[in-house]
Antibody, heavy 119, light 104 residues
Framework: EVQLVESGGDLVQPGGSLRLSCAAS????????MTWVRQAPGKGLEWVAN????????YFVDSVKGRFTISRDNAKNSLYLQMNSLRAEDTAVYYC????????????WGQGNLVTVSS | SYELTQPPSVSVSPGQTATITCSAH??????ISWYQQKPGQSPVLVIY???SRPSGIPERFSGSKSGNTATLTISGTQAMDEADYYC???????FGGGTKLTVL
């Protein structure tokens, strides 16, 4: 059974930093592109960033470029999102998900982790 | 990048057919996926590549595309299908704004 478990969400002040983690199991993590999607309270889904199998390709939505970084550790079956210079508008539930490029879809999703940026 | 437009809400009676549309200026050959999200839960993939269902998704869920509009159809809608539904295109990883399906 595929499992994606996010952790690291917290209340942080504007301008602060936070690192989210996503622990994967039940599939061969190292063979999948991985992605982060967020959802602001009461709002829709927004893709944030993704990373290829060996970490050599990374892409970001414009609103987080230069502030967020994405990385992975295939030995630990883990995905990370380092978030710096956080803003109030970054407040959201952050989901990690597997990508199926051949199906052009996000196949499996984690349960989500809340990040709140507020003073 | 482009926008995907969904109706904010759709209502349906139990047992009837619900249709949720997703339109774009130029959908072209882009594949559309659909996700179901119930309150307090994470999204679940229900349709990919316009009309394919992942294992475990009931047959009452189907998808189609015509021109610049993709459609999610739920036949014989059940109370458990009440949820938010999002369409998504791979180009730009864009999501539609979501449609709240109410089963009255």
């Amino acid at each position: 059974e595929v499992q994606l478990v996010e952790s690291g969400g917290d209340l942080v002040q504007p301008g602060g930093s936070l690192r989210l983690s996503c622990a994967a199991s039940g599939f061969t993590f190292s063979t999948y592109w991985m992605t982060w999607v967020r959802q602001a309270p009461g709002k829709g889904l927004e893709w944030v960033a993704n990373i290829n199998q060996d970490g050599s390709e990374k892409y970001f939505v414009d609103s987080v470029k230069g502030r967020f970084t994405i990385s992975r550790d295939n030995a630990k079956n883990s995905l990370y999102l380092q978030m710096n210079s956080l803003r109030a508008e970054d407040t959201a539930v952050y989901y990690c998900a597997t990508e199926r490029g051949d199906y052009e879809t996000f196949e499996y999703w984690g349960q989500g982790n809340l990040v709140t940026v507020s003073s | 990048s482009y926008e995907l437009t969904q109706p904010p809400s759709v209502s349906v009676s139990p047992g009837q057919t619900a249709t949720i549309t997703c339109s774009a200026h130029k959908l072209g050959n882009k594949y559309i996926s659909w996700y179901q999200q119930k309150p307090g839960q994470s999204p679940v993939l229900v349709i990919y590549q316009h009309n394919s269902r992942p294992s475990g998704i009931p047959e009452r869920f189907s998808g189609s595309k015509s021109g610049n509009t993709a459609t999610l159809t739920i036949s014989g809608t059940q109370a458990m299908d009440e949820a938010d539904y999002y369409c998504q295109a791979w180009d730009g990883k864009v999501f539609g704004g979501g449609t709240k399906l109410t089963v009255l």
